[in-house]
């Protein structure tokens, strides 16, 4: 079974212009979550998806937005981006919803540079 | 304050030493997971548990929910083994917390 996979793997931005992100989980897992790492914040979680609804959401402004296909593939969205969003962005599926009961599978990320 | 606390930040061993990586949290909690990130990026989830003991192979989780307290302990350890290990608490309000990572460097 293939593992999770996002698109593109490296990605050069400059400051002000927005990026889109993509996830495709695990076949027949239904929650993807996005995570983003940098050194100075180590990992932090952004929201969940599960079944085309977002589900649960870390402490990110309005600018990172997901939305989450039939399919269960995931587009993570930032606009306006700033220097700071620079980071690891990292997704995960798991069977369903929540981090309770649920093991996460974990994409290898997009690493974004904003210049 | 953060919300997941680990330690030690680093640690260094000798090949077959036993290790210990600690995990203490202040939120109440539904679940705890061990991550482990190897060079590059990629996470590989090692468990996930909410009460007493898991094992796999080499590795034992433990975690005792009155304390707020999980450990990590590698036995027999591996130049493998050699990675980041990150705990994660999914809190009661579904959010996960991240602790910093201890980072292992496992000598031969």
């Known amino acids: 079974k293939a593992g999770v996979t996002q698109t593109p793997r490296y990605l050069i931005k400059t400051r002000g212009q927005q990026v889109t992100l993509s996830c495709s989980p695990i076949s027949g897992h239904r929650s993807v979550s996005w995570y983003q790492q940098t050194p100075g914040q180590g990992l932090q979680f952004l929201f969940e998806?599960?079944?085309?609804?977002?589900?649960n959401k870390g402490n990110f402004p309005g600018r990172f937005s997901g939305r989450q296909f039939s399919n269960s593939r995931s587009e993570m969205n930032v606009s306006t981006l700033e220097l700071g969003d620079s980071a690891l962005y990292l997704c995960?599926?798991?069977?369903?919803?929540?981090?309770?009961?649920?093991?996460?599978?974990f994409g290898p990320g997009t690493r974004l540079t904003v210049l | 304050k953060n919300e997941v606390e680990q330690s030690p930040q680093n640690l260094t061993a000798q090949e077959g030493e036993f290790i210990t990586i600690n995990c203490s949290y202040s939120v109440g909690i539904s679940a705890l997971h061990w991550l482990q990130q190897h060079p590059g990026g990629g996470i590989v989830s090692l468990f996930m548990l909410s009460s007493g003991k898991k094992k796999h192979g080499r590795l034992i989780a433990t975690i005792n929910i009155q304390e707020k307290h999980s450990s990590l302990h590698i036995t027999a350890s591996h130049p493998r083994d050699s990675a980041v290990y990150i705990c994660a608490a999914w809190n009661t309000g579904n959010q996960f917390y991240f602790g910093t990572g201890t980072s292992l460097t496992v000598i031969p």
């Open positions: 995960a599926s798991s069977w369903t919803s929540g981090g309770a009961a649920n093991e996460q599978f």
């Open positions: 998806y599960f079944s085309e609804t977002q589900r």
